[in-house]
């Protein structure tokens, strides 16, 4: 009796540690095949290149989606549809801003906010009030702020070491701020642009309207500190403004789904997704265009290593996380109805630069599960899996109890390049890319191969 | 007795708790400080600018000591001396390779190893051999090899996460391939350059002669892309190389050294430096202009937050790492001689990414002491701080027994760059780069805090 205990354990331990070789083996087939892989690179590439400012209802959203569809058919993907769902959608024209300082008319750069309403046709012109915030500005008032043009400048603060907390240190102000300037009276608002650069490009971003809309738009942080110096010289400047978009009451739009079928679990998906769009001014290399690439390399490295997956993996190209969310909505909705069963979900939208983490919205017993395999990744550059969000797209998918997970990478370059011309596809490291998709892939199998 | 006991624990218990509230608070501070200060920054970009390829010996070296020498003094160091010695050195003037391929000169960008010797003044012309590395060419033996150019065209292997190890992987043919081709009675040899990205820019670097030394020099990746594929048409095509260089005999040159007074000890000298020359190809941003502007950096930041040093801060620029470490040896032979304690010493000279971390050559008990500053570090981007090598120009103090450290970045972007003249400015992230220089400066802080 006791010596079969003793073989007992022995098995198990063995047993285990043949699991750990082999997920380090099947890891490392995974890293070596994607560190000499451009695929993920090369697609990225052509996606900016054809389709730049792929915005919801764009032409180039449809070419992106139609160039991806066209990606995972040749990959030999078991199933590709579109899932189409309605939304309303907002189209951008153009965006110009200047303003008259010293009998002169000087342009600043400056991109409209989604969703900005037009101006009148032949622009709108006003007094500028300049505020360093919010608070600032509903403390001026009614009086001092109807009719006017509302300016926030306040300037991020670099002191945070993540970028992500440098953005949140004055996105409020392009969040919130048009709409409380509406409600004050103003005509239209300004904004300087949220990133970490003082440089001449615009970072647009979407903007939380109630009832009253009002024309808006963000400035490049040169921009801004133009205007600022005109102001100090003289209070009474007027500034220009002319944006031209159109409100699309109702749109047909798609999510493009791709999936490899598993062979024990075939109901049950794995998803993995990026956003397809990207703002209208904006290549959008890193916001999202590698996180689509990535997603479908976790596909690609499956088929060409013959992993062979228990689950059905199923990749999505999300429509619309910029402006109204609703194609991440819009998943989730088509699942509930369907009563599809996601295992888990896992979205890459936080730019392709070095692996730093998994960051995990799930139940406890499911987190340690996925803190595990930490020390599997390290070697990738993992440097945590740790509590925290997910991705805008997935995290619908909450309210049906899906464990979500969003990948992490170093931020430092981040904010220079969201939401602007800046986002371009030289600012992409074939290197970082492929870390990314590696890591993906592997914790995707590592999921699929133990189970929560 | 039992109640002073008590209060004798909950003494030092405050007293640990207030030391790392303390250390928080520094540390913080010089984050702060550092992330809004373009000071670095803007030294590096003048560095690159005004002397690239600063070889030692040349006039840009010179300069950029000079240019060094008067930050120093501007920014209130207490001591800034020239730190002279002698040494052989080596002196790039030009390099060309091109080869004969279907009737046609094709011209193949390439630019000469260091030491290289000059190739007669019409050059040299002869017929190629390709091998993929050291062990293959021993086995073809004098009887092929004699009288020809040895083309080492071995790739790099990508597969390796650190990009160190991706240029370890084919380094030996850099390093030991000209010795070891005209020991055979070759002509002379080219390599294939030790980079990670197939392009255009030749990488240089050292290579290991002993008696007998051949013209040599590294081709672009793309360069030997071009002459494998002519070669696979052609075997008897010819290559013709010319080098211009100079050896000279002795010269007289300098490590520049700035200090900053310990109030308690002030004869121990906490070091920390990056070296100031760069190859002759290269601006040297990453390699490494950067660890000098991030080691001037903690200088600044020790002054302008009067963060009183008991020991003194010593920052060296050392003077020729590339080719023959001369500096490093003068620094460690000037201290034996004279009696100089140095504390610790720190080196930079691994590229101006985000931080990874610090790794230690020193003994267990020190070892730990900085290894237990990790959780401090580590909000400010340090993953580890681990045994490992320091850096080549403080590794002569090794034999003083100096507690060494070497500072570590991201590699990913690393070799992309290195000893080519594609290590631009532009290739420098201002964020990255100020992150090192606090990192560095909150491990000098907390070394001289709490010592050894």
């Known amino acids: ?59 180039e959203a449809a070419w992106a989606v139609d160039f991806m569809k066209a990606y995972f058919e040749e990959l030999g993907a078991d199933t590709v549809f579109l899932q189409a769902f ?117 970072h647009t971003g979407s903007t939380g309207f109630k009832e009253k809309r009002i024309p808006c738009a963000a400035l490049s942080t040169i921009a801004a500190n133009q205007l600022s110096e005109a ?20 749109i047909t739009t798609y999510n493009l789904i791709a999936d490899l079928k598993g062979y024990e679990k075939p109901d049950e998906y794995l998803v993995v997704g990026g956003h397809i769009d990207a703002w209208f001014n904006s290549p959008g290399a890193h916001d999202d265009g590698v996180g689509c690439v990535q997603s479908a390399d976790v596909m690609r490295i499956f088929k060409e290593l013959q992993l062979k997956n228990k689950r059905s993996i199923r990749i999505i190209m999300f429509m619309d996380e910029e402006l109204f969310q609703s194609g991440g909505n819009a998943y989730a909705d088509y699942c509930e109805a369907n009563g599809i069963v996601n295992y888990c979900a896992l979205e890459a939208d936080a730019g392709g630069f070095t692996p730093e ?24 550059n993992i440097r945590y899996i740790k509590k925290g969000g997910s991705g805008v797209d997935i995290y619908p998918l909450k309210k049906l109890g899906v464990p979500l997970m969003g990948y992490r990478t170093d931020s430092q370059r981040y904010m220079d390049v969201h939401h602007s011309a800046y986002d371009t596809f030289d600012k992409i490291h074939i290197r970082e890319l492929q870390l990314g998709s590696g890591n993906m892939a592997a914790l995707i199998y590592l999921i699929d191969e133990h189970g929560f």
Chains 1, 2 share one sequence.
């Not at 500028?128 to 300037?155: C, H, S």
């Not at 919205?361 to 990738?380: M, N, R, T, V």
């Open 231 to 250: 102001l100090k010289k003289n209070q009474s400047i007027e500034v220009s403004m002319f944006i031209d978009s159109e409100d699309l009451e109702k």
């Open 1 to 59: 009796m006791r010596f079969s205990l003793l073989i007992g354990v022995f098995l198990v331990l063995i047993n285990s540690l043949l699991a750990q070789t082999q997920d380090e083996l099947v890891i490392k087939e995974i890293f070596d095949n994607v560190l000499e892989s451009q695929v993920a690179y090369e697609n990225l590439r052509i996606l900016c290149d054809k389709a730049p400012g792929r915005l919801l209802g764009t032409e």
């Open 86 to 202: 309605s939304t309303p959608a907002w189209i951008h024209h153009s965006s110009r801003v200047s303003m008259m300082a010293e009998g002169e008319e000087i342009e600043l750069s400056a991109d409209a906010l989604g969703p900005s309403p037009s101006t009148p046709t032949n622009g709108l012109k006003a007094h500028v009030i300049e505020v360093q915030g919010l608070e600032e500005l509903k403390e001026l008032g009614e009086d001092a702020v109807m009719g006017k043009l509302v300016f926030f400048n306040r300037a991020v603060d670099l002191k945070h070491v993540n970028t992500f907390r440098v953005y949140t240190s004055a996105i409020d102000q392009r969040y919130h701020g048009p709409r409380v300037a509406a409600e004050l009276g103003a005509v239209g608002a300004l904004i300087r642009s949220v990133g970490t650069r003082v440089d001449d490009y615009p």
């Open 357 to 380: 983490g998994f960051s995990i919205d799930a139940p406890d017993s499911i987190f340690q599960i996925l803190q595990s395999y930490h020390e599997l990744l390290e070697p990738y």
